[in-house]
């Protein structure tokens, strides 16, 4: 409903997708996110690593502009994080009302609402956009069924429809794997490869060090501040893991590679 109520937000496709400087972050005086700053640039595909509670949903939202930071500046294609189309959010699927009587066609539209405008119907364009988002995450033919019927691959999927048929230029994934099957998981990369061909940017939360480090060019690793930031094999070193993880990292001595296993996570797989 936010989006009927906000102004679009100014773009200046000149600038990088996204700026942060300072950024912190606090609930209720406890600070989620202490002093982060980093940019990112067009395309670039990030895995945003850390253990639990080290701030990822918490970056997504406040670059979402779903909530303020304490200090900080934020800029999106060079203006504020609020009111933008041009960038998505997909929550965890737990975040979630599945239950919530819509059928997957409806979900998707919903992602139209600034498109369409202030009680206007959806019209032709809006519907042909909704069919080539379905069309391309492979859900045309489950348009009219309800959202809580579908599979934990098939839900994350429709959002990335969501995110398509806005015409999203960033996509913020909050685990998006956690809890897929393999077939699900390789079903979402293969989305994903197609994305980053169009240029889009994907920064996806994970809790998979390994694929983090084979499926994205750049990781982010946090831990309520920025511990490292580059590709996987600056940022997968023995000391920022140790840094991030501390106790909950174990890293097995089989140099020159790290092998890693770290035991803040999971949810068990569920059918695609
Ligand atoms: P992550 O996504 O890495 O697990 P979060 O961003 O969810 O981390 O949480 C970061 C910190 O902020 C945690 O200490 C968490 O308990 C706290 N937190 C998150 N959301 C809220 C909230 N709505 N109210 C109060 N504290 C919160």
């Keep these: 409903?936010?989006?009927?109520?906000?102004?679009?937000?100014?773009?200046?496709?000149?600038?990088?997708?996204?700026?942060?400087?300072?950024?912190?972050?606090?609930?209720n005086?406890?600070?989620a996110l202490h002093d982060v700053s980093f940019t990112i640039e067009q395309a670039q595909r990030i895995a945003v690593v850390g253990p639990n509670g080290s701030g990822k949903t918490t970056l997504f939202k406040a670059l979402a502009g779903t909530?303020?930071?304490?200090s900080g500046e934020i800029r999106v294609f060079g203006h504020g994080p609020?009111?933008?189309v041009c960038?998505?959010?997909?929550?965890?699927?737990?975040?979630i009302d599945w239950d919530f009587p819509a059928s997957v066609a409806?979900?998707?539209?919903?992602?139209?609402?600034?498109?369409?405008?202030f009680a206007r119907w959806p019209r032709r364009n809006d519907w042909n956009a909704v069919q080539e988002a379905l069309e391309r995450v492979d859900m045309a033919r489950l348009s009219k069924r309800q959202i809580g019927e579908l599979s934990g691959g098939q839900q994350q999927r429709v959002f990335l429809a969501r995110a398509l048929a806005q015409e999203a230029e960033i996509i913020l994934l909050d685990e998006p794997l956690t809890g897929l099957d393999t077939p699900s998981q390789q079903s979402m990369f293969r989305i994903l490869d197609e994305l980053?061909?169009?240029?889009?940017?994907?920064?996806?939360?994970?809790?998979?060090?390994?694929?983090?480090?084979?499926?994205?060019?750049?990781?982010?690793?946090?831990?309520?501040?920025?511990v490292a930031f580059g590709p996987p094999e600056e940022v997968f070193t023995r000391p920022y893991l140790m840094k991030a993880y501390g106790d909950h990292l174990r890293i097995l001595p089989d140099e020159p590679t790290l092998t890693i296993v770290a035991d803040t996570c999971c949810?068990?797989?569920?059918?695609?």
């Design 29 to 31: 005086g406890h600070q």
């Design 82 to 84: 609020c009111g933008h």
């Design 1 to 27: 409903m936010e989006q009927f109520l906000t102004a679009p937000a100014e773009h200046d496709h000149a600038s990088s997708p996204i700026e942060v400087e300072h950024l912190t972050v606090s609930y």
């Design 196 to 226: 980053h061909q169009d240029r889009i940017t994907i920064m996806v939360s994970t809790h998979d060090l390994n694929m983090a480090a084979d499926r994205f060019d750049t990781v982010m690793l946090i831990n309520r501040s920025l």
């Design 87 to 95: 960038i998505a959010y997909v929550p965890q699927r737990n975040q």
């Design 67 to 70: 909530i303020d930071p304490e």
């Design 106 to 117: 409806d979900v998707v539209m919903m992602s139209r609402a600034r498109k369409i405008g």
């Design 267 to 272: 949810e068990g797989d569920e059918p695609a």
